[in-house]
């Protein structure tokens, strides 16, 4: 009902930024809230950030002042502006849309940051 494409991963040095993007098709009138998790080797898939319909916004702790969630619904699409990364945000960023009853994912995009 919802197809989430993502764009934007890469691999980009200590320090620099990325912006990842997530395009939605389908029901999109049934989103309550779009997100971006991540999940790194050997951890636990987590929120890193989250943005509903009325515009609030959630941030995972540690991405805090670094990491900035936006949407345009005229192009039907949530972004993730991601700068000063650090190492330790190398993972595979997933987009999600939440209809509340049904969560639909993106397929993922692969955040390397290294030197």
């Known amino acids: 009902q919802v197809q989430l494409v993502e764009s934007g991963g890469g691999l980009v040095q200590p320090g620099g930024s990325l912006r990842l993007s997530c395009a939605a098709s389908?029901?999109?009138?049934?989103?309550?809230?779009m997100g971006w998790y991540r999940q790194a080797p050997g951890k636990q898939r987590e929120l890193v950030a989250r943005i509903t319909s009325a515009g609030s916004t959630r941030y995972a702790d540690s991405v805090k002042g670094r990491f900035t969630i936006s949407r345009d619904n005229a192009k039907n699409t949530v972004y993730l502006q991601m700068n000063s990364l650090k190492t330790e945000d190398t993972a595979v960023y997933y987009c999600n849309a939440d209809q509340r009853m049904v969560v639909y994912w993106g397929q993922g995009t692969q955040v390397t940051v290294s030197s």
């Open positions: 389908g029901s999109i009138s049934s989103i309550y809230a």
